[in-house]
């Protein structure tokens, strides 16, 4: 069975401030990994995906993550923040990229000027 | 490129009606695609995974006679909502794999949701 745990259902950082965003992982077998952006009101955008190539992945809008199998972490990273970050962001997991997914709790971040 | 449509993006109607929910890949044939549940505040759940010209699957504990799957086309899913209730008000999502079968490598496009409110 696969899982996601995302730590912290909300983050708040001051504008130009590193964003971390937490995320670990339980698969028993080599796992897809996701990141989603969702504004309020809308479907969710993907920022980037890990599918067992470069461990550290480069997305859009200026964000990455890195794969530690062994931490079983994907954590999200931006090295400064802006307004239009502000948004529920959530990990997701699944066994191949077009597979099911199963989705962390998601975590809201705030971004204050 | 790889645009999914949902409509319609709000509806509010009374409590016994049917409400169907429509979820088209733009620019892209999909034989697969997800229909998830948002609840304020919550994460996604699947509800099914919509399979063209064939049932879909549904996730445990939801209901199949409730919540009514058609892929008739490898372009359009739909949700049908049956005899809804203010319990199933919710945010519904759903989701389109670029490609046809054997695709599994493709990632997932997502629309931009439909909130269903029932009085």
């Known amino acids: 069975a696969q899982s996601v745990t995302q730590l912290g259902s909300h983050v708040s950082v001051s504008e130009g401030a590193l964003v971390l965003l937490r995320c670990n992982y339980s698969?028993?077998?080599?796992?897809?990994l996701f990141w989603y952006v969702q504004y309020p009101n809308q479907g969710l955008q993907l920022l980037l995906k890990?599918?067992?190539?470069?461990?550290l992945v480069k997305g859009i809008n200026g964000f990455e993550a890195e794969f530690k199998k062994s931490e079983t972490s994907f954590h999200l990273t931006k090295p400064s923040a802006h307004m239009s970050d502000a948004a529920e962001y959530f990990c997701a997991v699944s066994l191949y990229q077009g597979g099911k997914l199963i989705f962390g709790q998601g975590t809201e971040l705030s971004v204050k000027p | 490129g790889a645009v999914v449509s949902q409509h319609p993006s709000w509806v509010i109607c009374k409590s016994g009606t049917s409400v169907k929910i429509e979820c088209r890949s733009l620019d892209f044939q999909a034989t697969t695609m997800f229909w998830y549940r948002q609840f304020p505040k919550q994460s996604l759940m699947l509800m099914a995974t919509?399979?063209?010209?064939?049932?879909?699957?549904?996730e445990q504990g939801v209901e199949k006679d409730k919540f009514l799957i058609n892929h008739a086309s490898l372009t359009l899913s739909t949700l049908t909502v049956t005899s809804a209730h203010p319990e199933d008000s919710s945010f519904y999502i759903c989701?389109?794999?670029?490609?046809?079968?054997?695709?599994?490598?493709?990632?997932?496009?997502f629309g931009d949701g439909t909130r269903l409110s029932i009085l």
């Open positions: 890990y599918t067992s190539a470069a461990t």
């Open positions: 698969s028993s077998v080599p796992p897809y």
């Open positions: 919509s399979n063209e010209g064939s049932k879909a699957t549904y």
């Open positions: 989701s389109a794999r670029v490609g046809v079968r054997g695709a599994g490598n493709q990632p997932q496009h």
